[in-house]
């Protein structure tokens, strides 16, 4: 695989729609035992949510409430991100469906402290509230930090903070940031990918099968494809890994997949707004 430390509108773009594509993938895997026979390659419908094909889950919407929260604020404002979680939580709105349909347990608890609290920063610091939903939704932070690596990490951690407090949510989202902003795995953090292959809830092995996935195969297909076959939290793991696979290889590597999803034009539409109104 090639890689640039100058992400470019295309990069940014792919590593946005990326994330829909793995987890739209991923969905009707989400709960299965590993693929052992012939893989799943393209959108499929069905799976424990019976998503319609090309469907999204939570990981997509909660980016969606993130990137839409950046578009009307023209910052990063944690107040508003909360209260679009909030209001997906309720509604389904940045989602697919008029009602949620798959969330979190770390997640809705958090959502439940913030309005009891009417707070943003709620995120839970125990140890086991260390799932991968602080890192299946963070595409928007570096996009829009395209340009500043400092923003890029620090604002991926901010949002990871609304839900998860732990102190693995903070290493992962780190170094997922920092590697997103680079387009590449940095030697730096080798020890953090160096474990068993395991399609889990938990933030490390969601972050380690997502890159595995994406250094054994040469194109954003074979990337996501690895890692939504694994089964159990596919939908997760593809969204981590399309979001890595979306920002190495480009949108144009990826775009006749974008055309399947559901509510494509939205999903594209908003990954062009956040290049056009990017941090400076």
Request: aromatic content about 8%; hydrophobic content about 40%; overall charge negative.
């Amino acid at each position: 695989m090639t890689h640039s430390n100058t992400m470019t509108d295309d990069q940014a773009l792919g590593m946005f729609v990326g994330l829909f594509i793995g987890d739209a993938m991923g969905a009707p895997l989400e709960f299965t035992e590993p693929n052992l026979g012939e893989p799943v390659r393209s959108m499929i419908g069905g799976g424990v949510h019976d998503v319609t094909p090309g469907e999204w889950t939570d990981d997509g919407a909660m980016a969606m409430c993130i990137a839409k929260a950046y578009l009307r604020s023209g910052k990063f404002d944690a107040a508003l991100i909360q209260h679009n979680f909030i209001r997906w939580s309720k509604t389904g709105e940045f989602g697919t469906r008029n009602r949620v349909f798959d969330i979190g347990i770390t997640v809705s608890e958090a959502l439940r402290r913030a309005q009891d609290l009417d707070l943003p920063y709620v995120g839970s610091a125990y140890a086991m509230a260390s799932g991968n939903g602080s890192i299946m939704r963070m595409a928007p932070c570096i996009a829009w930090n395209r340009h500043c690596l400092g923003g890029a990490i620090g604002e991926s951690v901010a949002q990871a903070l609304l839900t998860h407090g732990s102190g693995d949510t903070v290493t992962y989202t780190s170094a997922l940031a920092h590697e997103l902003w680079a387009g590449q795995p940095l030697a730096a953090y080798d020890s953090l990918r160096n474990r068993p292959l395991n399609n889990s809830g938990y933030v490390a092995d969601t972050y380690a099968s997502a890159w595995h996935s994406v250094t054994t195969t040469r194109n954003f297909e074979d990337a996501v494809v690895d890692a939504i076959n694994r089964g159990g939290d596919a939908d997760t793991v593809g969204a981590v890994a399309g979001m890595l696979a979306g920002r190495i290889y480009g949108f144009a590597a990826l775009e006749h997949h974008a055309d399947t999803l559901v509510k494509a034009d939205l999903v594209i539409r908003t990954g062009r707004e956040l290049m056009a109104r990017r941090a400076p």
